[in-house]
């Protein structure tokens, strides 16, 4: 039982390269979330989900987007990468407010 | 808006010494508070919880008091392991939100 997964765990992209980070989920949570986690500044909310085809902004969702075509997936995307986006990601789920979340093991991302 | 205020770090302490590390929050209506730990190279884990004034969330030798008269949700152990040398972040769930708000983090470390 995997829980969360992330893929890829590292990328070094280059300036306006593009890619996407996958997070799947084997616990069937309705809830998940893309943070972003910056030395001193804790964990900042770029993007959530509510449900399957539900998606709505976080906290710093400028320069990313997101999908949920299945329950199981949500998917972050980087457009045109930029050096201010090196950071961890990281995806969680959870089944609704208030209640716990759980966390994937991270995606370490490098911007040159 | 909702957010959370932990004691600045490093923190580095003597095996078997006492642990407090302090967090405040701000946030309308009765949020849910929590406590996370990351260990190096790991996602978030949940470490404790607590959901209503007075409420006194514990796990592994750790607690938490829900203080809604001081906004205050400080962690305490009473004799700390090299083990427990982490990252430490207090976080909130607002009331009616569908996420969680998180402090910046404090790094503990525990020498032998």
């Known amino acids: 039982n995997a829980g969360v997964t992330q893929t890829p765990k590292f990328r070094v992209l280059k300036t306006g390269q593009s890619m996407t980070l996958l997070c799947a989920q084997d616990m069937n949570h309705e809830y998940m979330y893309w943070y972003r986690q910056d030395p001193g500044m804790g964990l900042r909310l770029i993007h959530y989900?509510?449900?399957?085809?539900?998606?709505a902004k976080g906290e710093v969702p400028d320069g990313y987007n997101v999908s949920r075509l299945k329950k199981q997936n949500f998917l972050l995307g980087l457009e045109s990468a930029a050096p201010s986006q090196t950071s961890v990601y990281f995806c969680?789920?959870?089944?609704?407010?208030?209640?716990?979340?759980?966390f994937g093991q991270g995606t370490r991302l490098t911007v040159v | 808006g909702d957010s959370v205020t932990q004691m600045e770090g490093p923190v580095t302490l003597s095996e078997e010494a006492f642990l407090t590390i302090n967090c405040t929050y701000t946030a309308t209506g009765y949020p849910s508070l929590f406590w996370y730990v990351q260990y190096p190279g790991e996602g978030l884990q949940l470490l404790l919880k607590?959901?209503?004034?007075?409420d006194k969330g514990s796990n592994k030798g750790f607690e938490a008091t829900y203080r809604k008269e001081t906004t205050s949700f400080h962690l305490e152990k009473g004799s700390v392991q090299v083990s427990d040398s982490a990252v430490y972040f207090c976080?909130?769930?607002?009331?009616?939100?569908?996420?969680?708000?998180f402090g910046q983090g404090t790094r503990l470390t525990i020498n032998p």
């Open positions: 969680a789920i959870s089944t609704g407010l208030k209640t716990e979340a759980f």
């Open positions: 976080a909130l769930s607002p009331t009616g939100a569908q996420k969680l708000v």
């Open positions: 989900s509510v449900g399957e085809g539900t998606t």
């Open positions: 607590a959901t209503k004034a007075d």
